[in-house]
């Protein structure tokens, strides 16, 4: 089913339903709604980090929050009890909400620039906040405002946690298509470079780290099996986006609202393991010299 801890979510079609493949040389492949836009969600977080790494060196993120599984859920507050805020990662909401709070800018205003600017190059298109959407969840977030308080006790995050949690929720309610997900997984999977627009987004120099993150917790308590079955760095969002990254080859991305017990879209994980497989995606799969 959609999810439906965030109302406004519960609302969108489930029919919907596209696939997108864009190879690095700026090919694109599309089949079925590639038009109709979902929420990023918590894909928002792998572009909020890219920002981050590319601002401030990467290893901001290994000093602050870390980049290992949690072994918990998205939201866990266990998770940030168990080692005072760190032991986690960026794709898991605490240390995404910490991640967003290190973006550079000296007021919200500038702040959100930074962020949405840096969405816009990856996607190689102007993006909107889906009002609807932030509206619902900033409404209805109170775990979050848990989780970034609770980081701020612990010193992962610096300063004005509410902030952070406001502008990490107007991310996630950020409008994309099957279009949009795919040139954002290409632009990753090209080393930093958006293969459609040209412009080089992020220096090649992040992107394997970027890639590590999301192989150990793109796809919440299920990483595992994905990265078992595709070999491939991936982003769910409970909006029903999947994005993956064939590193050098191609970037792949899905929209299907309906979700299964972890949180990822049902015929997006499907649609890309069976084409991104079909297409001799994985990194983990060399041929026999
Ligand atoms: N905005 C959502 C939340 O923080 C994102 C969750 C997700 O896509 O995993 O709950």
Redesign the pocket.
């Known amino acids: 089913a959609n999810?439906d801890?965030?109302p406004a979510l519960a609302k969108v079609d489930s029919n919907l339903f596209g696939i997108v493949v864009i190879t690095t040389d700026g090919k694109i492949y599309s089949a079925g709604d590639v038009t109709s836009e979902v929420s990023i969600?918590?894909?928002s977080k792998v572009f909020t980090m890219a920002r981050v790494m590319e601002d401030s060196g990467t290893e901001v993120i290994t000093e602050n929050m870390g980049v290992d599984a949690t072994g918990q859920v998205?939201?866990s507050i266990v998770a940030i009890e168990q080692y005072q805020g760190q032991e986690m990662n960026p794709m898991v909401?605490p240390g995404?909400i910490a991640t967003t709070s290190m973006v550079k800018g000296g007021n919200e205003k500038a702040i959100w620039k930074n962020i949405i600017d840096t969405y816009d190059d990856f996607a190689g298109r102007k993006l909107t906040v889906m009002e609807d959407i932030y509206t619902s969840?900033a409404a209805t977030?109170q775990?979050?405002q848990a989780l970034a308080m609770l980081m701020y006790a612990y010193g992962r995050i610096e300063k004005a946690p509410l902030e952070a949690t406001d502008i990490?929720?107007r991310q996630?309610?950020v409008g994309v298509n099957a279009k949009d997900l795919a040139t954002m997984a290409a632009t990753l999977a090209n080393g930093g470079k958006n293969p459609v627009t040209g412009k080089t987004v992020v220096s090649h120099e992040i992107i394997p780290e970027i890639l590590a993150v999301m192989a150990t917790a793109g796809l919440?308590d299920d990483s595992g099996q994905w990265l078992y079955k595709t070999g491939l760095p991936a982003k769910?969002?409970?909006?029903g986006g999947i994005l993956a990254v064939s590193p050098g080859k191609f970037g792949i991305a899905a929209i299907s609202p309906p979700l299964d017990a972890a949180?990822n879209s049902i015929r997006a994980q499907r649609a890309i393991a069976d084409i991104a497989n079909a297409l001799g995606g994985n990194p983990y799969d060399p041929a026999p010299k």
């Open positions: 999810a801890y965030i969600q918590s894909i998205f939201n909401n995404a969840e977030n775990r979050n990490y929720t996630c309610s919440y769910s969002g409970v909006g949180g």
